[in-house]
């Protein structure tokens, strides 16, 4: 499971395919999730430079 939450899958569908809750499935993978701190970083700066972004 943490691949695919490595490789960009929203953790609600891979809790969905794992017949798991969101809530479980974090509680699991989340020390497991590497690198995404940057590419979030990235996609917030982006959401709040998109004209109209809240």
């Known amino acids: 499971m943490s ?3 490595n ?3 929203p953790a609600a569908e891979v809790a969905r395919r794992a017949g798991h809750g969101i ?3 974090l509680r699991f993978v989340a020390n497991c999730i590497d690198g ?3 590419a979030a970083n ?3 700066s982006d ?3 998109e ?3 809240e």
């Open 3 to 5: 691949p695919w939450l």
């Open 7 to 9: 490789s960009g899958v």
């Open 23 to 25: 809530a479980v499935l």
């Open 36 to 38: 995404q701190a940057t």
């Open 42 to 44: 990235r996609r917030i």
């Open 47 to 49: 959401a709040l430079d």
């Open 51 to 53: 004209p109209g972004g």
